[in-house]
Every structure is written in C-alpha cells, then in structure tokens.
C-alpha cells in the first residue's frame, strides 16, 4: 500500500475511532435510567470477552506470560484501571446527569492536563507556545470558577483522571489491544462481583428491562473496544502530528450533541471558559503544524546534503536533521 493510500486509509480510521468515541454520549444516554454504577460494571464485564475475542483473531498471546513475571509491571496495570475506572463512571454519570457540555470542557482541557504532568513529573522541556497555551487554559479554569462561584470540578476530574491514565499508560509500554485486554482483566471479577450483589437484592436491570435494554448493556463492550481497535490503525498509517489533531474531534462532537441534542444551557460565563480553552488548543495546534513541518524541511535537506555527499554520510545527515524535530514533548492522545 502506496504512502498516500496508507494515509487516506489512517485517516479513515481516525475519523471512526475520534467519532466514535464522541458519539458515546448518546450510548450512555439510552442507558440513562439504569444505575451509573450498574452500566460501568456491565462496560467492564462485557470488555474481557470482546478483549479476549480480538486477541485470538491477532494470535498475541505471548506478553500474557511476559506481563505476569513483571510485579512492578502489574502494579501498574492495576493502577491503571482504577483511574480508567474512575474516568469511564464519572463519563457515565454526567450523560445521565446533563452534564455533556461539562464533559467536553474536561477533554478539550485534558492535553494541557498532559503538558503539565510532563513538565512537573517527567522534567520535559516545553517551548514557550506550550507555557503559554497552559496559562491560558488555567485562566480559562479561573474565569469559569469566579463566573459560577465554583470550581467546574467534572471537567477537571475528568482531565486529571484521563491525563493520570496516560501517564501511567506510558511506563507500562503495552499497545492498545495488549493494554486494554491487561486492563479489562483486571476490572472483569471487581465488575462482575457488584453485578451478582446487585441481583441478589433485586436491583439489577440486565434480566428486567427488556431484551433490547440487555443487549445495549451487552454491547458496551464493543463499543469500548471498536474505537481503540481503530485508533490502533490509524496511529499506525499517520504521524502523530495528525492523530494529536484528531482527537480534538471526540470532545467537539460531546459539545455539539450537549447543545442541539440535549439542549444543555451555554451561558456567556461557559462561553468564556471555551473560548480561552480553544484559544489555547489553537496555539498548541499551531505550535505542533510549525514545528512538523520545520522537521520535515530538515529532513529534505539533510537528504539533499546527503545525495551531495553520497552513501557515506547520508546516516549522519538523516540523524542530525531529525533530533531537533524529535526534541517536543509527544503529542497527547486518546489510549
């Protein structure tokens, strides 16, 4: 498959998994009657076997055993899929709460989240758009909060778990399907554990609600798995630049259905808040499509000084072009 095509292909995929995942608010919607609590459980129950089913199709299962001799490792999964936890039942909650608008705040500020946790836990060094797209997005914090009279504490949560997530997701170095099968395994029996002790005091809405309300609790399983299945593809076929500004999408399709399909209120104050967050997010952009393409007009030079100078130091002229557009912090994307 020719470059071009691979692209195409890798963008295709981008736009699946990124809408995909802002179109999820209108899942947990249909959801809404049934408990937070019970429909987090079933997504957890019904994501091993979709995990599981995936990883068959691929035939990996050699890390399986690579990951239990690892305590530190496991440790670490574990950890993760409390926050991951934490992130999913918050999400659910807020759709059935009207709080989908509030949600989107919480992902559209989730890379300036990312950019701080590199800077105080990772000691990476931004360049001085990224400080500035952080201080805007922190005033953005501080309007919104003076303007209601409290912090807009989902969005925050929200960003922080997510970010938490990311940052642990990179010193476990599992891929997608590796990482979610390792996480949902984890969550499978906890998950499961509340299912029973909801049906034995009668609670439980899985054999109660109709055969479509079971199948809809069925299928959260796939519906966590497809859209990583097609990020997975995407981030293979596009730069990162790309898939950094493609995951802008799934927190602007959450704020348009919180406008025109749960006609959530937007007041002036929320309007102020956005329009800081986005300010900053354009500036990210900008940073990131400047920087890109400084990268690859030193890669084309250094391939001309390399036809120049023949075979010989065509390897020293590639690497020295590269390490100044390597040298950002990595661009922040949905797990």
């Avoid at 299962?61 to 409390?82: C, E, G, H, I, N």
């Avoid at 919104?144 to 997530?165: D, E, H, I, N, R």
């Avoid at 730069?239 to 950094?244: A, Q, V």
């Amino acid at each position: 498959m020719g470059t071009g095509s691979a692209q195409r292909t890798g963008l295709l995929f981008g736009f699946a998994a990124y809408g995909m995942w802002g179109l999820l608010p209108l899942y947990w919607h249909a959801l809404a009657k049934t408990g937070a609590g019970e429909v987090l459980a079933h997504r957890m129950v019904w994501s091993l076997p979709t995990a599981l089913v995936i990883v068959a199709l691929l035939r990996r299962w050699s890390w399986v055993t690579t990951l239990a001799r690892q305590p530190k490792k496991l440790a670490l999964v574990v950890l993760a899929s409390a926050v991951i936890s934490l992130n999913w039942g918050l999400f659910i909650w807020a759709v059935s709460a009207d709080m989908v608008l509030e949600s989107s705040l919480g992902y559209f500020i989730n890379p300036l989240v990312s950019i701080a946790f590199g800077v105080l836990l990772l000691r990476e060094r931004l360049r001085p758009a990224h400080w500035v797209a952080v201080g805007i997005g922190a005033l953005a914090v501080v309007v919104m909060t003076v303007a209601y009279g409290k912090l807009p504490w989902l969005s925050l949560c929200l960003a922080f778990t997510f970010a938490t997530y990311g940052l642990i997701k990179k010193h476990i170095k599992l891929d997608g399907v590796e990482g979610f099968s390792a996480e949902t395994a984890v969550q499978f029996l906890p998950a499961l554990g509340y299912l029973v002790y909801l049906g034995s005091r009668g609670d439980a809405s899985f054999t109660t609600d109709g055969a479509g309300h079971a199948l809809l609790l069925a299928c959260a399983g796939v519906a966590t798995a497809l859209p990583l299945i097609f990020f997975g593809s995407a981030a293979v076929r596009l730069p990162l630049s790309t898939i950094g500004l493609l995951q802008y999408l799934a927190p602007a399709f959450m704020f348009v259905l919180g406008l025109t399909v749960f006609h959530e209120e937007m007041p002036p104050e929320r309007w102020a808040g956005f329009g800081l967050v986005w300010v900053a997010l354009c500036i990210l952009t900008w940073d990131a499509l400047s920087n890109a393409r400084r990268g690859r007009s030193a890669l084309r030079a250094a391939a001309a000084r390399a036809r120049e100078q023949g075979e010989e130091g065509a390897a020293t002229a590639v690497t020295e072009a590269a390490e100044p557009a390597a040298t950002g912090p990595e661009s922040p994307t949905r797990p």
